[in-house]
């Protein structure tokens, strides 16, 4: 995987100086974390998460390091906004939270150190082979499974290999994989009540800005038409839907305040490792599988790490 430095534009710095000001006048560090997902109660558990990380390896927020937060909501176009302005305000470090805030950052910025996190490089939150995993825990559950949608967005730096990796699987397990590329909540729903007209159909939710942006439309719409799904996060489950299948969310983001404390006391970046997931979780929903007339299998609840009822 490739590591990333950024380079910093000098436009918008007028718009930066108290941000830049405040730390220089206290001799402090500074650091700006731009977060792809909405200011929600996952989101804020994330940032939570690094924050915590942070306190423990000795960073005081207003006594020796001075945090900036953006939230892009899965916006696209104010990802891009937000991106111009992070780089204008030149932090010493900046943490990027979710691939959809690498992209424009990328754009922005190359002398300043990134840390990512669910993003191609620093920590990544998703292998993209996990699609596959998804699917088989979509036929465990839902056995009669004939025809799955994938539910990505298409500026998703990882939906090419998304893609792949579920038509390397679905032959397996005699189902045919569609493509759904969905940009806004009216792409959804058209997906669903699209593949809702199908017989024997499933829906997979790979990580993405704009999906965990909609995930109550989507577990709306899959419980409304009453296809099962296979989500990536813990969260979509407790919010309803039926399964998820991937790693712990918060985990990195605890693990990537040891890289920002590594850059901030003068390591470089390009010497820091990418570090993949360390936990990953299933998590099921026994009352949306008796709502859809499904009947968990007793060995997939085994090996559970937890389940809702």
């Known amino acids: 995987m490739r590591r990333r430095e950024f380079i910093t534009l000098v436009s918008g710095a007028v718009a930066a100086w108290p941000f830049t000001a405040r730390a220089q006048a206290h001799g402090i560090k500074r650091l700006t974390i731009l977060m792809s997902v909405a200011d929600d109660p996952e989101g804020q558990a994330r940032v939570a998460a690094f ?11 207003g006594r020796n390091v001075l945090v900036e937060y953006q939230w892009g909501g899965g916006d696209p176009a104010r990802l891009k906004i937000q ?41 990544t939150i998703f292998e993209v082979s996990l699609v596959g995993k998804m699917l088989e825990a ?15 967005s298409p500026t998703n730096s990882n939906a090419a290999d998304y893609w792949r990796s579920l038509e390397t699987v679905a032959p397996t397990l005699a189902v045919k994989p569609v493509a759904a590329p969905v940009r806004d909540a009216d792409e ?3 997906a669903c009540a699209a593949l809702a007209g199908e017989r024997n159909g499933g829906l997979l939710v790979p990580p993405d800005a704009i999906t965990t ?36 969310t918060l985990d990195p983001y605890r693990r990537a305040a040891g890289y920002v404390d590594r850059i901030l006391k003068g390591e470089k970046p390009a010497d820091l490792p990418v570090q993949a997931p360390t936990k990953y979780e299933t998590v099921i929903n026994l009352k949306t599988a008796k709502a859809l007339g499904l009947t968990v299998p007793p060995t997939l609840l085994a090996r559970a790490d937890e389940v809702i009822e």
């Not at 924050?51 to 927020?61: H, I, T």
């Not at 010493?92 to 490089?121: H, K, N």
């Open 188 to 190: 959804i729903e058209r």
């Open 51 to 61: 924050r915590q990380g942070l306190q423990q390896l000795g960073w005081v927020e």
């Open 213 to 248: 942006a909609r995930r109550e439309l989507i577990i709306a719409l899959a419980a409304r038409y009453r296809l099962p799904a296979v989500y990536p996060f813990r969260f979509f489950v407790t919010s309803g839907g039926l399964m998820s299948y991937g790693p712990d």
């Open 138 to 152: 979509l036929k465990q559950v839902a056995p009669g499974t004939a025809r799955v949608v994938l539910i990505y």
């Open 83 to 123: 991106a111009a302005e992070v780089a204008a305000m030149m932090p010493d470090v900046i943490l990027a939270g979710g691939t959809a805030a690498l992209v424009p950052m990328q754009q922005e910025t190359r002398s300043i150190p990134i840390v990512f996190v669910g993003s191609v490089t620093g920590f």
